[in-house]
């Protein structure tokens, strides 16, 4: 992995939930109040997530982001058998300000001092993915935060990936696309992207059309791969 290059690189840009930001902290806060129920509301709650996205992109029935984040956690609450109400609001609130993973903020350091530009690319709405973005203290790094909203249908649909080659201006094939979901990256490459797989969890290959073009483990081995260090 660490002899892959990328070359012609004009901008990185970046999937949200899972690989800039924890999707896990919101429940890990709650421990206290979950008990030793918080990883198995975290799991559920991101796989209910990312399954409503989905179907409601094939039932053509859109709802944003925070729509589905909300019954997605009903569903892991009530899947543990957890019924607090004053607990769901504040793991919502939570779900605003996600922690970064420690690499995110010098990872976008090197590849602006770089020249290349850097970007979110998230099923999130615009408030979601400004408050993440604004907590993480990193706004002033990126050339532009663009959310599905846009088109009104979740990734992996093809017009998603569309949203960053417009709004940036670049070919698909000046751009390196990471993202830590497997079926995201996967995705990605069949646009047409570079694309970088963070493999944050270990996960198995997918069996999906155009394997991404490498995989690290966290985003600190990025600004070798484009060539920005």
Not at 148 to 153: A, T
Request: glycine fraction near 6%; proline fraction near 4%.
């Amino acid at each position: 992995m660490a002899t892959l290059k990328l070359e012609n690189i004009k901008a990185c840009v970046f999937d949200a939930y899972g690989t800039l930001f924890d999707v896990n902290a919101a429940a890990r806060a709650e421990q206290a109040a979950l008990g030793d129920k918080w990883e198995d509301v975290a799991s559920v709650w991101r796989l209910k997530q990312l399954q409503y996205t989905w179907l409601r992109s094939l039932q053509r029935r859109h709802a944003d982001f925070w729509q589905v984040t909300g019954e997605a956690l009903d569903f892991a609450l009530a899947n543990a058998e957890v019924t607090d109400p004053a607990l769901r609001e504040r793991l919502m609130n939570l779900y605003l300000t996600l922690s970064a993973y420690p690499e995110v903020k010098s990872t976008l350091e090197q590849l602006k001092s770089a020249g290349i530009k850097c970007a979110i690319l998230s099923n999130g709405t615009p408030k979601m993915l400004s408050a993440a973005v604004d907590n993480a203290g990193i706004a002033p790094l990126l050339d532009g935060i663009f959310s599905i909203e846009d088109v009104g249908i979740y990734k992996p649909d093809p017009s998603t990936y569309q949203i960053a080659v417009d709004r940036l201006s670049v070919k698909p094939t000046e751009i390196a696309f990471q993202s830590s979901n497997g079926w995201d990256a996967y995705s990605a490459k069949a646009f047409g992207f570079n694309v970088i797989w963070c493999n944050r969890f270990g996960q198995a290959e997918e069996r999906l059309p155009s394997s991404p073009d490498g995989q690290i483990r966290t985003l600190d081995d990025l600004p070798a791969i484009v060539g920005a260090i």
